[in-house]
């Protein structure tokens, strides 16, 4: 059973727009989350972060939304340029989980021209 | 500029040979992961470790696989015997546990295939 979820496996958007990747968790008890990009042939490497005492968490073009009552959090990317081209992964730890990570499926990001 | 590194990059192995993946983790990192990458289950955990010592590997199938770590600046991940079903990129990643918070740097990754 999936703690973290992505249900959407891909999405495309056009340069200039708002992209926004959502992720879902059935854990309360988490209460640390983040979100990675991971390009072809590479690591995942680390975009953003938030704490469960906070709603919101901004750096540069990237906002990270969690929303507690849903279980759930989003992640904004404004203006979408084509190098966002990605997938991105949910993380999320805490909750029993003894400090390691738990990670959606991904979502892969197109942003067209 | 620091960094997660792993060999080898690419392997390809028959069924029923032994394939073993090193990772050096980050000078001064606590914590070692490592982590498969399917199409089908996204970024799976196998096993990590704290401290050098092994916290959780239940996601690793115990009969082929098994990870150490036999000093701070090396972590193993040895499958034997291997099977196509293991063809996978592995992610060693490594990390600081910070109060409650963890971001986790990834290696490159071992590109696995087993025919």
């Known amino acids: 059973d999936q703690q973290v979820k992505q249900n959407s496996p891909s999405l495309s958007v056009q340069e200039g727009r708002i992209s926004i990747l959502n992720c879902d968790y059935t854990?309360?008890?988490?209460?640390?989350f983040l979100w990675y990009k991971k390009y072809p042939a590479e690591g995942p490497t680390f975009l953003i972060s938030?704490?469960?005492?906070?709603d919101k968490n901004e750096d540069g073009r990237f906002t990270v939304f969690l929303n507690k009552s849903a279980k759930h959090l989003s992640l904004h990317i404004v203006p979408s340029q084509p190098g966002d081209s990605a997938v991105y992964f949910c993380a999320a730890s805490g909750g029993g989980s003894q400090g390691n990570l738990i990670f959606g499926k991904g979502t892969k990001l197109s942003v067209k021209p | 500029d620091a960094r997660v590194t792993q060999t080898p990059r690419h392997k390809v192995t028959e069924m029923g040979q032994e394939v073993t993946m090193r990772c050096q983790p980050i000078l001064g990192h606590n914590t070692v992961f490592w982590y498969r990458q399917t199409m089908m289950q996204g970024l799976e955990l196998l096993a990590y470790?704290?401290?050098?010592?092994?916290?959780?590997d239940s996601g690793m199938p115990k009969d082929r696989f098994s990870a150490e770590m036999p000093d701070a600046t090396l972590a193993t991940l040895k499958i034997q015997p291997s099977e196509p079903r293991d063809s996978a990129v592995y992610f060693c990643a490594s990390g600081l546990v910070i109060g409650r918070g963890l971001a986790l740097q990834f290696g490159p990754g071992t590109r696995l295939t087993v025919l």
């Open positions: 470790f704290r401290n050098r010592a092994p916290l959780d």
């Open positions: 854990n309360s008890m988490f209460d640390y």
């Open positions: 938030i704490s469960s005492i906070k």
